[in-house]
């Protein structure tokens, strides 16, 4: 299978490249090649390379700069995925694409369904929505959409800092006490399980098009998560909750985004739990250096 990959340095992207590059023929072109910004380039590499499936795993996804800097918001959440999907469409390829829980307002209080109506409360969540809504106007046939949620891998996430737990883990290096929000309710989710779960889906016989929601199972509160992560690494750091009512400033997020991967179980995909990802990425990144 040959596949086009953008967005390989991310933590999702290089996890996908690391796992299916010795199964498939996969491409993954620098930026300076494929920029999904840049009208035209997008167009000229597919039909080069001609893939059977595409990809994308590029985002502006720095939640609170996209409520100031909205055009790049759009540009890339949207726009761009608007034009990678008409780009698979004309050569007949699978369009993959990434979306996000932040596309829900959290009122629900249950792990939302993929059927269940989108509400985001900030631009981010609005700037995916928009992205799904215009891939799959643009190639309903075979587009795929992909919710997640809380995603954390060995890359980090360098367009944040790193990623949550790394940054965790550095709090507990100079604090005997952090602060930590209570009032969200995610589904962390590995980078590794989910790339896992992309590659079982694309082979799939019977893959349909549309969402699909893909996190590891079960839910907590990110003062849970951080508590768990001191915990496996056996940290003495005080944690104390703070009810922060999903704001960031005036910026506002779901007090309550797990998901619910309904559609991905239905044909045997499944993710394990959050806890059970937590504990092999801290033991492949962290414990197994401290026991050698």
């Known amino acids: 299978m040959k596949i086009l990959l953008i967005g390989k340095t991310g933590q999702l992207g290089s996890d996908i490249l690391r796992l299916g590059g010795s199964i498939h023929n996969i491409y993954a072109p620098e930026r300076n090649i494929l920029d999904i910004g840049i009208s035209g380039r997008i167009e000229k590499v597919l039909s080069s390379y001609t893939p059977d499936v595409v990809i994308n795993t590029a985002a502006y996804h720095n939640v609170p700069l996209c409520e100031t800097e909205y055009a790049m918001a759009f540009k890339v959440n949207c726009i761009a995925v608007k034009n990678l999907a008409e780009a698979c469409r004309d050569i007949g390829a699978v369009f993959v694409t990434f979306s996000t829980d932040y596309v829900f307002d959290g009122g629900k209080k249950r792990p939302y369904l993929e059927s269940d109506k989108p509400s985001p409360l900030q631009i981010y969540g609005i700037s995916k929505l928009a992205g799904e809504f215009a891939s799959l106007s643009a190639w309903i046939e075979k587009t795929v959409i992909i919710r997640t949620c809380g995603l954390y891998g060995l890359s980090g996430a360098q367009s944040k800092g790193g990623n949550f737990v790394d940054k965790r883990i550095m709090d507990a290096q100079g604090h005997n006490s952090i602060e930590i929000g209570c009032d969200q309710i995610v589904s962390p989710t590995y980078t590794n399980d989910l790339a896992k779960a992309l590659f079982q889906m694309i082979a799939h016989a019977d893959i349909k098009p549309g969402i699909y929601h893909m996190v590891n199972e079960g839910e907590c509160s990110w003062y849970e998560f951080t508590n768990a992560i001191y ?18 400033g005036k910026m506002r997020r779901p007090l309550y985004s797990a998901l619910s991967n309904t559609r991905a179980a239905a044909m045997g995909i499944t993710l394990p739990t959050w806890r059970n990802a937590l504990e092999r990425y801290l033991m492949e990144k962290y414990l197994s250096r401290q026991q050698r």
């Open 231 to 248: 915990k496996i690494m056996g940290l003495k750091i005080k944690v104390m909750p703070v009810d922060r009512k999903g704001l960031s």
